[in-house]
């Protein structure tokens, strides 16, 4: 018994170095992955968020999901206050910006009118749900540059949509991270459910049309 407990506390105190490793890296790299997939939305970021709630899992500190979600959802809001304010320099310009030309070349004609009307109706509450809709958060951003709305207000409503989009994300990383021993495993498993969920309604558009 207690040879079995020793080898058990050992354990654990040789997995503290390698897990500090893991953080020191992992959370910059976590930030710095996310930022630039709000500034360039062709990173995957939630799959991103979902893998690191996977390996947050595994780790023995009882903070390591809170450190996650944190630097998930700053990263997040940092990243749209970003392309927001390159967005609106764009639309101050006679000639526009190559950034302008990038959000609405990601924006469809027919999702960018639902956008623009959706947000003259329900307002900073349309943030909050384009960040949890898949390739819904373009659009609006791009309904917001068009209506001229000032940062701070766009602020207001991307503060709270990180909050919900970091913690959707890192909730099917946990699923995921809990459902498997190896975390290899939950992060195939949560990569793949990320991808799923981003396709699925291009998918339904396609079959509906």
């Known amino acids: 018994m207690r040879a079995a407990?020793?080898?058990?506390?050992?354990g654990e105190l040789a997995r503290l170095?390698?897990?500090s490793?893991?953080?020191?890296?992992?959370?910059?790299?976590?930030?710095?992955?996310?930022?630039l997939g709000s500034l360039v939305p062709v990173v995957p970021t939630g799959a991103v968020v979902s893998s690191a709630a996977v390996v947050a899992v595994h780790q023995s500190s009882p903070f390591s999901?809170?450190?996650s979600f944190g630097v998930a959802a700053l990263a997040a809001f940092l990243g749209d206050l970003a392309l927001y304010w390159l967005g609106r320099?764009?639309?101050?310009?006679?000639n526009g910006s190559r950034w302008l030309e990038r959000i609405h070349d990601h924006a469809a004609p027919e999702r960018l009118?639902?956008?623009?009307?959706?947000?003259?109706?329900?307002?900073?509450?349309?943030l909050v749900l384009s960040r949890l809709v898949p390739a819904g958060r373009i659009p609006v951003m791009l309904a917001c540059l068009l209506a001229r709305w000032p940062l701070r207000r766009f602020a207001r409503g991307a503060a709270p949509a990180a909050l919900a989009w970091a913690g959707t994300y890192q909730l099917i990383g946990l699923l995921g991270g809990s459902l498997f021993r190896e975390p290899w495993e939950g992060v195939v498993a949560a990569v793949l459910l990320t991808v799923a969920i981003?396709?699925?309604?291009?998918v339904w558009?396609?079959?509906r049309r």
């Open 5 to 10: 407990g020793a080898r058990q506390v050992i």
């Open 17 to 19: 170095p390698a897990e």
């Open 21 to 35: 490793t893991q953080q020191a890296v992992g959370y910059p790299s976590l930030f710095l992955l996310v930022v």
């Open 65 to 67: 999901l809170l450190f």
């Open 89 to 94: 320099r764009g639309v101050r310009s006679k």
């Open 113 to 126: 009118d639902q956008a623009r009307t959706k947000l003259t109706d329900h307002g900073v509450a349309m």
């Open 198 to 202: 981003a396709v699925a309604p291009g």
């Open 205 to 207: 558009r396609r079959v």
